[in-house]
């Protein structure tokens, strides 16, 4: 079985008035090679609140990313806008900056009502970015966009010579299997419902992408070991371990700045609040989170 792929999606580091903080770069990717054991982070995706950002902004964040990941980590740059144009900006932008590889998610303003026009919209962003393997980020509960997995990539390499797979963050299981089965085999599905990677593996995907491996990153390896190992017993108790914090944090209205909140209590990372209108978590409130992680996973 090929090497499975851990990636973090990362939050963007502000500082107390919400503008960008460029400092918490170099010891953000400290954190996650040496303690989280992650070799791989989606920058400016749904966690990294790349939205609200502008494509300034954006491409600051990406630069300093690629910058300090230099021969330690891969990135992955979300360059996804509702802007056709900026998208292929911040594409263009990724080749400047020597990226790994980019992805795209569907805009969803205006939306595209068929796989056809999602396909041509991935092939316009493409273009602007021809040599970077490219990803298209599927997340329908986010974009409103439901057209399914599988049609938005049947025969997309012809439009995209440099199509390698899709960071797939969706429930529909169905639509992952077909998706692997009528893939060529060196495209990637990387699974991002965290609550239940172990089932997105078993369907097939060929690792992760998602927010909690940002703290989570230590335990999230050893379920995929259990899993390519054949230990299901091992990878559900983990995968298990992992439902019991996400219910416990979703019993605070789990959302970004909750999620933020706990990454900077448990890798005590300066990330600063999230912007609105995410609202900022009180760190009191996320303290039961944090002793329910102590308690769960005392180390890694
Ligand atoms: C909506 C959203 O942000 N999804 C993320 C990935 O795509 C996940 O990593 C979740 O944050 C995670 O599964 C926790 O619910
Ligand atoms: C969670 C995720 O994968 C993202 O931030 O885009």
Request: charged share 20%; hydrophobic share 45%; aromatic share 8%.
């Amino acid at each position: 079985m090929a090497d499975k792929k851990l990636v973090a999606a990362t939050f963007t580091p502000f500082d107390s008035k919400c503008e960008v903080n460029l400092s918490q770069i170099g010891p953000y990717i400290d954190y996650l090679t040496k303690r989280q054991g992650v070799k791989s982070v989606f920058v400016n995706g749904t966690t990294g609140e790349s939205l609200s950002l502008s494509v300034a902004e954006r491409k600051m964040l990406a630069e300093e990313w690629c910058k300090k990941a230099k021969g330690k980590m891969e990135v992955i740059v979300h360059v996804g806008c509702m802007s056709l144009k900026d998208s292929q900006e911040l594409a263009r932008h990724a080749v400047e900056i020597q990226a790994d590889a980019i992805a795209v998610m569907a805009p969803f303003f205006l939306k595209p009502k068929t796989a056809e026009a999602l396909r041509l919209y991935l092939q316009e962003v493409a273009l602007a970015a021809p040599i970077l393997p490219f990803y298209y980020y599927h997340i329908p509960a986010i974009t409103g966009v439901h057209v399914p997995a599988r049609d938005v990539i049947a025969n997309i390499q012809e439009l995209i010579p440099m199509f390698r797979g899709v960071k797939f963050s969706d429930t529909d299981l169905m639509d992952l299997g077909q998706c692997v089965s009528s893939s060529p085999p060196q495209w990637s599905f990387l699974y991002g419902v965290d609550e239940q990677l172990l089932a997105g593996l078993a369907m097939g995907a060929d690792g992760a992408a998602g927010s909690t491996y940002n703290y989570l990153g230590c335990h999230a390896n050893k379920l995929i070991a259990a899993f390519k190992n054949c230990d299901l017993d091992r990878a559900r108790e983990i995968q298990f371990k992992l439902q019991e914090l996400l219910s416990c944090a979703r019993n605070f209205g789990f959302d970004l700045g909750v999620n933020k909140q706990l990454m900077i209590n448990v890798s005590g990372l300066l990330l600063g609040p999230p912007r609105l209108p995410v609202m900022p978590c009180p760190p009191s409130n996320v303290q039961a989170i944090a002793k329910k992680y102590l308690e769960i996973f005392p180390e890694c």
